[in-house]
């Protein structure tokens, strides 16, 4: 039932690269919730961008949660992954979970079945964010957060059923191991492969954009097998494949990047006390999730914190907000999130001037004061809407 575009070209991947044409055909999901606000605005902005550096988006709508349960009866259809898949970029906005639509999570759901094994977010200060720290502006970090393995690989089974009893008795006969018969249980997975990838990931990022440092946070002090072996493919990966460009800490040489790992526990307040220490962190799949939106709060929270799904060759851009159902269709949420997803976007495609230029603008305008409900609460400035907030980033794109 989806249509092609007529106009613009494919991304391709070779080689194990992205050749990106001048005008790409990019699928984009608007999203439930607040979805209809920000995504209408960030389209705005990109495309004022892409026309800037030179460049056209031949967007190309496809359906996912309640618009793609009206038009395909399915809240995922097969068609929206096969076009993400098909043209390898897409910009996304948020999806509710519905309940018993027979998926976890639409948004895990989407991660899984593209194999996008990263979540990639950025977390910096932007001035005039308000922010619970003294000095905000010494978070400067990029947290890759693997996505496919832990406990977001869905493996458990229901207390009291037949499933988990069999599991619970396997358990006690084969290896003696007594869990009592109303637990529910759940399969904690953390492979060699999936783990040397994710690290490999971040550590080219960390050398193509030098940054000083690879934390790898973990608990491997209590689940060593899982957590702890985490840790050791990190280094392994570190010191095999990148000895030229890395030194363990207490070792530091200028020009190498230092990789250290800290226990997940500790990583929590020592990104509060000393968050200059760190720069790019790899973390399995529960850690990262709880660490990056404790970072995101740090800078400013939800409404301004871009995050994107990568994996070989492809990837999705999406806010790291979810649907925020009470401000649907008021025009009133901050879309700077949608927004720096949609610079991530750029950065992806090689587009670097573009996703510089759109930072810059997102910049300017909340440093002039120019800002949506959630910020204005605490400092104040010229309240405006989602659209008008994207028109002040627009006016600013024309300036720089
Ligand atoms: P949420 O939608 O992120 O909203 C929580 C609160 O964060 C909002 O009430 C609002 O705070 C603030 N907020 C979120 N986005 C904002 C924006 N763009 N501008 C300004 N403030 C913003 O979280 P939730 O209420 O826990 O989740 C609602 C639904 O979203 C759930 O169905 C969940 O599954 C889904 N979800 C989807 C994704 C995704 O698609 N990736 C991610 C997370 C959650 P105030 O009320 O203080 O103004």
């Known amino acids: 039932m989806l249509k092609d575009p007529e106009d613009g070209r494919r991304i391709e991947y070779r080689d194990g690269k992205l050749m990106v044409p001048k005008n790409p055909v990019i699928p984009f999901i608007v999203g439930d919730g607040i979805g209809v606000d920000v995504t209408p605005a960030t389209v705005k902005v990109l495309d004022e961008v892409a026309e800037k550096i030179g460049r056209e988006i031949v967007w190309f709508e496809i359906y996912a949660g309640e618009k793609a349960y009206k038009i395909f009866g399915s809240y995922l259809p097969e ?41 990639v977010r950025p977390v910096y200060y932007i001035r005039g964010v308000p922010s619970p720290l003294r000095n905000p502006e010494k978070v400067n970090l990029v947290i890759f957060r693997e996505n496919t393995e ?65 934390t790898i946070v973990h608990k491997g002090n209590i689940m060593k097998f899982t957590e702890g072996a985490f840790r050791e493919w990190g280094y392994e990966v570190a010191l095999e494949e990148f000895g030229d460009y890395i030194v363990t800490e207490g070792q530091e040489e200028s020009n190498k990047i230092v990789i250290k790992d800290r226990i997940a526990d500790n990583m929590f307040q020592q990104l509060l006390t000393r968050p200059s220490e760190y720069d790019v962190i790899v973390t399995s799949n529960l850690n990262g999730d709880y660490l990056s939106d404790m970072a995101a709060g740090l800078v400013g929270g939800l409404g301004i914190a871009p995050s994107s799904n990568i994996g070989d060759g492809m990837g999705v851009f999406e806010p790291v907000h979810g649907t925020a159902p009470k401000y649907a ?20 495609l090689g587009w670097r001037e573009g996703s510089e230029i759109i930072r810059k603008a997102v910049e300017m305008t909340i440093d002039q004061r120019i800002v949506t409900y959630d910020i204005h609460r605490h400092v104040g400035g010229k309240l405006v809407g989602t659209m008008e907030f994207a028109d002040a980033v627009i006016e600013n794109i024309h300036s720089i």
């Not at 996304?92 to 979540?119: E, F």
């Not at 007594?178 to 040397?196: M, Y």
């Not at 927004?339 to 750029?346: D, E, K, P, R, T």
């Open 329 to 348: 269709g008021k025009n009133k949420v901050n879309p700077t999130a949608m927004i720096l997803s949609g610079a991530l976007m750029f950065e992806f």
């Open 150 to 214: 832990d406990v977001y690989a869905g493996i458990e089974w229901k207390s009291g059923s037949e499933e988990c009893l069999k599991v619970i008795e396997f358990l006690r006969r084969e290896f003696g191991i007594e869990i009592r018969r109303d637990s529910g249980v759940g399969l904690k997975p953390i492979s060699e492969f999936a783990t040397k990838r994710i690290v490999r990931m971040a550590i080219r990022y960390a050398i193509e954009n030098n940054r000083k440092s690879v």
């Open 79 to 119: 068609e929206t992954i096969d076009a993400i898949r098909r043209y390898r970029v897409a910009l996304k906005g948020p999806l509710t979970t519905p309940v018993g639509g027979g998926y976890r999570s639409l948004n895990v759901a989407i991660r899984q079945m593209l194999d996008l094994y990263a979540c």
